[in-house]
């Protein structure tokens, strides 16, 4: 039977739920709570008396090799809002990941990203939540579990681990709802549309969390966080408010919070009733404390049901057919049947021109397939070279307008764009009033990072304002458009209005 370990802690303090895992129910075995040394969170100097503290709690316990999920509080994390295009869920752990290594900080020195989507139709913008940890708390989470003898399994948000285990609990509908968990110096807020994330944040707390300073403060915070969240669900109001929390200095609290906010506000206590894929073992006390999210994250394990925000196990764009495995298997029916076909041959001498007609008239079933898989994988090589050539082309475009004569003088007609290996082209169609104008155009895009080559120009009478016809290529340099797109405009630098394309067409890997 699988032994877990839920392991969070804060500044102040360790946390830890140890069980067994049995047929689907998680026995809760261990609950505790233990000082932690150290000036922050994360605090490499603290690391190895940490580990040595933790160490011989679990020792004491009987508790070793056990699977591990450890849980980092919202202050930890780097968290955005992302807007994409359309797109399937299928396609949207790339498109994130496009897109965050321009957001987040965290990523630049090989962090981690998931991201919680939120449902949307075939043809509305996708909407994400994004979090990113960056590598050195993500290290030390490693390095803590190896030392002690823990297989590290999940990495988790707490806030969104919280949310599962409450979301057991309130009624199963869309009402917006806000997630509150008091802690040390700190407390950490889930809103939830039904059972979608909408936002998550911590706010610093002054002093203990029975003070008066704390309450007046969270309150605060709290209807700060009411006013964001009505604004970002487009005016829904907040329901209710779950408070984390457990005694009669829990309800006294909620009394105070639904008072002064004017929001129902319900108590949560994380061990009653537990959810029904954990349970109890005989003599285990319910701790005090912090502990919905670690039941909220045990819960999930037991049911099979994957976290909302996993950085150790974050959403995958799903793996493609095996087709080799299909072509092995087709390949091996073939050589059996024609080994039979070969062994009736001696017996039967009249059947062979019909078992090979069948044997032809498999393989040849087989063409469309084969055609189609290569033209996938023609079309995958063209995105990748599109990719590689990493050409910034909204710099360029923009570059390209601002660039360009006005629209008195000239007007483009088609502007293709495509890349390869050695860069990107931008290939100009268009009509100008006269053939200097194009000239001064190719000098003015011309520089250490474009290369123009002028393909030919001529008269054309069917534009009257614009009797002259021409057609430019402009080569741009990878390495080179990448530091330009990177620099700065000039101050004051604007695009032109200018010439406007009445067609343009893109090629490459622009598809």
Known sequence: MPQWVAVDWDVREARVVAGTLRGGRMRIEHAFRTAWPGAAPFDSDALPQRIAALKAELEKRGVARAEAIVLIGRGSVELK?????????????????FLAQREFHALSAGGLLDFVPTPAGADEPRNVLAAAVESAPAEQVRRLCE???LKLRRLLLRPVAAASLTLRRVAKDDEPRLLVDPGVDEAEVAALAGSNLVLVRSARMPGDAESADYRRALTTELRRTLAGVQHQLGGRRVAAIELCGVGATAEADARQLAADLGVAVDVVDAWSPLPAALELAGGVQAERGRFTALLGALADEAEGA??????LNPRRPPEPPNRRQQVLVAAFCATVLFAAVWGLLRWRFGVIDDEIARVRAEASALGPAVKAAQELEKKAKDIETWRQANIPWLAELERLSRESPSNREAMLTALRLSANASGGELQLTGVVTEPTIVDQWEHQLRDAAHLVEG??????????????RFQSNVVVKPGAAAAAAATPKPAGATPKPTATPQSSSTAGGAR
């Open 81 to 97: 809002q992302l807007q994409l295009p359309p797109a399937p869920d299928a396609e949207l752990p790339d498109m994130v990941r």
């Open 147 to 149: 030392e002690i003898g």
């Open 306 to 311: 994957a976290p909302r925000l996993d950085f």
């Open 455 to 468: 393909k030919g120009r001529r008269q054309d009478p069917t534009v009257a304002k614009y009797p002259w």
